[in-house]
Nanobody, 112 residues
Framework: EVQLVESGGGLVQPGGSLRLSCVAS????????MSWVRQAPGKGLEWVSG????????SYADSVKGRFTISRDNAENTAYLQMNSLKSEDTAVYYC?????WGQGTQVIVSS
């Protein structure tokens, strides 16, 4: 059974940082590209960032470019999203996905 479990969300002040983690199991993690997608309150899904199976190629939405960094540790079956200089508009539930499976999400609230 494929499982993706996100963690690391929480309440942070504007300008702060968080690191999200996504632990994968039930499939060959190192063979799959991974992405982070978010859903802000009352809005649709927004793709945030992705990286290839080896971790050497990354891409970002314009809204987070220069502030967020995606990475992965294939030995630990874990993907990460380092989020710096957080803004109120980053408030959302963040999901990791391998393209067909999704985690339960982790809530990020950016507020003073």
């Amino acid at each position: 059974e494929v499982q993706l479990v996100e963690s690391g969300g929480g309440l942070v002040q504007p300008g702060g940082s968080l690191r999200l983690s996504c632990v994968a199991s039930g499939f060959t993690f190192s063979a799959y590209a991974m992405s982070w997608v978010r859903q802000a309150p009352g809005k649709g899904l927004e793709w945030v960032s992705g990286l290839n199976s080896g971790g050497g190629s990354t891409s970002y939405a314009d809204s987070v470019k220069g502030r967020f960094t995606i990475s992965r540790d294939n030995a630990e079956n874990t993907a990460y999203l380092q989020m710096n200089s957080l803004k109120s508009e980053d408030t959302a539930v963040y999901y990791c996905t391998d393209g067909s499976d999704w985690g339960q999400g982790t809530q990020v609230i950016v507020s003073s």
